[in-house]
């Protein structure tokens, strides 16, 4: 469970995103703090994961707020909700470490986005003591190799039909032919046929011949 403290001078923004972070599993609201001195009292005897820290506080800027705490919580994460749009406090912001920086008022499917985002974080962090670059790839929300847009595909071969294929196959663990592919596909057996070679020569598919009971031998597609 992550615990989280709202930290912000109108009270009715508070219980807004208290309601909102309520919907989402995992997340626990454990309090709300209407002042920057009222948050130090509440974190001293209370355990906080994680902050949402509006900028303009009545007795302390956030940001200020946010970097005084990290030197002696270190292990807090902050999630910046403001109406500021001045990019000092973002640069300032993203220098003391904040997850996030949202600008109000803020949308409730982005706010539960950013904390699904920060949630996913956690649970890798927390999911094995050896680091590979797959592992912070997700971290850090980088696309591995094999997911990341074609930009030079050949000709002949259109990106969102070579999706649908790499889609279909994942259904078919027995394989297809390129007669079965164009049926699914809706298209020819040599459309088909040119898309599946194509991933048979980047290494995403095999072929293998398969011989029936008569005729020629037919070429069968399978996943790797």
Known sequence: MINVLIVE???RIADIHESILAGIDGIN??????R?????QF????RVDLLLVDVYMPDQLGIDLVIELKQKYPHLDVIMITAARDTHLLKKSIN???????IKPVQFEKLKKVIEVYKDKKEILASTDVVDQAMLDRIFRMPSPENRPNVSLPKGINELTLSKVLEIMKSLPDGVTAEEMGERLGASRTTARRYMEHLVSTGKMK???EYGIVGRPERKYFNR
Request: charge should be negative; charged fraction near 20%; aromatic fraction near 18%.
């Open 9 to 11: 001078d109108d009270f």
């Open 29 to 34: 609201v454990v309090g709300k703090a209407l």
């Open 36 to 40: 920057a001195e009222g948050s130090w």
């Open 43 to 46: 974190i001293e005897t209370n």
């Open 96 to 102: 003391a470490g904040i997850f996030y920086y949202l």
């Open 207 to 209: 072929a293998e011949l």
